[in-house]
T-cell receptor
């Protein structure tokens, strides 16, 4: 069964202070890794899909990368509006179909 | 507008009562999912369904039940057997395929009073 572990659990940054969030996973065969952003009291919002080791995706101040064992979400020069919980998920093909397993998330707080 | 709709947004239940959470999507997605989220926690999978009239238990199915009679609907019933039902419940749907993303509703916050 897939295991998805995110670190750190919480991260506090000053505006403009770049950093990275980590998502490590154990799967028998990766069929997709997803990054989501979640604001308090809301449903998660899709950010990126990564499928192959070496793949990179970018969106504004966010860049996601993927290796065979982990994914990183790099945040460059963050702003307060980037404050949210960032979740990663892996797609696993089971006997019953397509299971999507989430990590516990990283709570990011960006301060002025 | 296409999307996934959960209702109600807030729900209060007395102990010992069953309650049903609604999830409807008009995205023509085959797969649908129910997750539970506790404060400061990630999403834990309750049930998922790939096609009509078929569904699978997730990691925390005890005390919950679902049905999938129509492609666009996947209601979740929280039964009295669920010991700690107070939580934020999220429904999602996605197209079948290797790397297609899931789309989420805005959630239902259930409180047992």
């Amino acid at each position: 069964e897939d295991q998805v572990t995110q670190s750190p659990e919480a991260l506090r940054l000053q505006e403009g202070e770049s950093s990275s969030l980590n998502c490590s996973y154990t799967v028998s065969g990766l069929r997709g890794l997803f990054w989501y952003r979640q604001d308090p009291g809301k449903g998660p919002e899709f950010l990126f899909t990564l499928y192959s080791a070496g793949e990179e995706k970018e969106k504004e101040r966010l860049k996601a990368t993927l290796t065979k064992k982990e994914s990183f979400l790099h945040i460059t020069a963050p702003k307060p509006e980037d404050s949210a919980t960032y979740l990663c998920a892996v797609h696993e093909l089971t006997g019953g179909g397509n299971k999507l397993t989430f990590g516990t998330g990283t709570q990011l707080k960006v301060e002025l | 507008d296409g999307g996934i709709t959960q209702s109600p947004k807030y729900l209060f239940r007395k102990e010992g009562q069953n309650v049903t959470l609604s999830c409807e999507q008009n995205l023509n997605h085959d797969a649908m999912y129910w997750y539970r989220q506790d404060p400061g926690q990630g999403l834990r999978l309750i049930y998922y369904s790939q096609i009509v009239n078929d569904f699978q238990k997730g990691d925390i199915a005890e005390g919950y039940s679902v049905s999938r009679e129509k492609k666009e609907s996947f209601p979740l019933t929280v039964t009295s057997a669920q010991k700690n039902p107070t939580a934020f419940y999220l429904c999602a749907s996605r197209l079948q395929g290797l790397n297609t993303e899931a789309f989420f509703g805005q959630g239902t916050r259930l409180t047992v009073v």
